[in-house]
Every structure is written in structure tokens, then in C-alpha cells.
């Protein structure tokens, strides 16, 4: 069973996400409120995917994933916001974000992305959509 985290400071998506997760076979092993959370809870439950939202506070998502790709640079992180601004999405894909989707999501659309990128090699190119 592949092991999720779930970082976003909204309880409505990661209660959403959890029950996602849940139901199609995956184990969500923490829930994170901000970067900082996020960090520190990657360390000790190293998921095989961390979804990672962006505006957050303490410490957005951008930071947390630099900093979470500093500890395990195979980690395997897909943003999951609103911020749909070209900009946030190449500085993530540059920064090793493996996906990212844009809010509001649908179930299928995560899950294929979820599956596409644990049957992916780390070291292969990112790419970004709209599955909402």
C-alpha cells in the first residue's frame, strides 16, 4: 500500500483528499496544516507522495518543497492549488514538484495523476494540468 501525506492549512481538502486516498487502496499517513508541518512530518513518515498545496501559512508550499527536496531529492511531491499563474507552476516543475494540479479537483483526475507518477522513474520530466 503506497503511503500519502496531505499538506493543505484547509480541513475540508484534506478531510476530501484523506477519504480519496482511502477508498482507492492508498494509506495517508499524516496530514500537514503549513510547510513547516510539512517538513518535519516528511521526515518522520517518509510518504511515497506528499500533495502539497501552495498558499499556506508559516511557510507556503514552494518553500516546503525546496526544503523537502533538499532531505530525499527522489521525493515525490505534487502540488495541488489554486494558483493556476504560470509563473507558481514552472517555479515548481523547476523546483521538482512531479505534477501540478489545479483546484477544484475532481477524484479521477487526482487519481490518475497520483498512479501516473508512482509508475514513473523520479528523474523523468515533470508536467503540469488542469484535472479539475
Known amino acids: 500500500m503506497k503511503k500519502i501525506m496531505i499538506v493543505d492549512d484547509s480541513l475540508i481538502i484534506r478531510i476530501n483528499l484523506k477519504k480519496m486516498f482511502e477508498k482507492n ?5 499524516a496530514e500537514a496544516v503549513n510547510g513547516q508541518d510539512a517538513i518535519d512530518k516528511f521526515k518522520s513518515y517518509q510518504p511515497d507522495v506528499t500533495t ?32 493556476g499563474q504560470e509563473g507558481k507552476v514552472v517555479e515548481c516543475l523547476n523546483l521538482g514538484a512531479r505534477h501540478y494540479i489545479l483546484k477544484p479537483i475532481n477524484e479521477n483526475g487526482v487519481l490518475d495523476v497520483i498512479k501516473a507518477v508512482l509508475s514513473k522513474p523520479s528523474e523523468e520530466k515533470a508536467y503540469a494540468c488542469d484535472v479539475g
Not at 487502496?25 to 499517513?29: A, D, K, P
Not at 531529492?73 to 492549488?81: L, Q
Open 52 to 83: 502539497m498545496d501552495i498558499t499556506m501559512p508559516v511557510m507556503d508550499g514552494i518553500a516546503a518543497l525546496r526544503e523537502i527536496k533538499k532531505l530525499d531529492a527522489n521525493a515525490c511531491v505534487v502540488m495541488i492549488s489554486a494558483l
Open 25 to 29: 487502496g492508498f494509506e495517508v499517513v
